[in-house]
């Protein structure tokens, strides 16, 4: 009987072995499934991320002749350089067109804010108030962009007198 005691505790020993093996096996494995699982979690959220992002993609090319449109007129009202030439011809062409003559036109110290630099304008008219009303609309809806800051008007003789202190734009 000692032999079969001894093949009984050979086996209980083997067995028990067997079963924590099999234990620590389950238990590894339960551990590596649980980091798969949040793997996928993890990839599914970025899958989800790069969906969105393609969709908003997909959306801006449908808009991108709209967007195109939009920079290009953005790009006339404030152009790169500041273009002060262009800009005196654009402001006595406007004077011609309404009848009323631009007697002077400084520009002032440059300020820089972020990407945009602002370039300060004096500029004097002498003209009718309805002269002085159409070149406002020309300067208000002209191909370049122009904030009128202050106005001072005076009578002289019959005639107004004009001052516009203003601010041009143009990006670096």
Known sequence: MSRNNS???VLIVLFTILFVLSGYLAINEAIHIGALRAEIRTVQQEILQQKTLLAQ????????????????EISMLIPGQPFEERLIKKLHQSANNSGIPMIMIKFGKRSEEKE???MPLEISYVGSYAEFMDLLSEI?????????????LYVNEGLLEIDILANAFYSN
């Open 57 to 72: 993609l997909r959306k801006l090319k449908n808009n991108e002749g709209f967007l195109r449109e939009q920079y290009n």
């Open 140 to 152: 208000m809806y002209g191909n370049r962009l122009i904030r009128i800051d202050e106005l001072e």
């Open 7 to 9: 093949i009984q505790v």
């Open 116 to 118: 945009l630099i602002w």
